[in-house]
């Protein structure tokens, strides 16, 4: 989590607000003490189609590669993997 002064919150609220809208939390302080947090809102889920999900996977061909392997063959592997270990990072899975 990020702390910014609440004079620099003002002058790039638009930027602070993209940073929370992709994930960041951002505490806001006057003279060096949190004030106030800028979290994004929770939205809400939109219940899943599960027949309209069958019938748009039934329609699909079979596959004869897993997604890992398709990912590898088409050179991405090294950014999946930096990907990964980001986002682990980020969510406490690796210490």
């Known amino acids: 989590m990020d702390a910014i002064n609440l004079a620099d919150a003002k002058a790039h609220l638009s930027e602070l607000v993209d940073r929370v809208e992709a994930g960041d939390s951002i505490d806001i302080t006057r003279r060096g003490k949190p004030v106030a947090r800028l ?6 889920r939109k219940p899943i189609d599960a027949a309209l999900l069958q019938s748009l996977t039934a329609a699909m061909p079979p596959q004869s590669q897993g997604a890992a ?24 899975a690796l210490q």
């Open 39 to 44: 979290t994004a809102v929770a939205r809400p």
């Open 69 to 92: 392997d398709l990912v590898r063959s088409c050179g991405m592997a090294i950014a999946t993997d930096a990907l990964s270990r980001h986002v682990a990072d980020r969510h406490g």
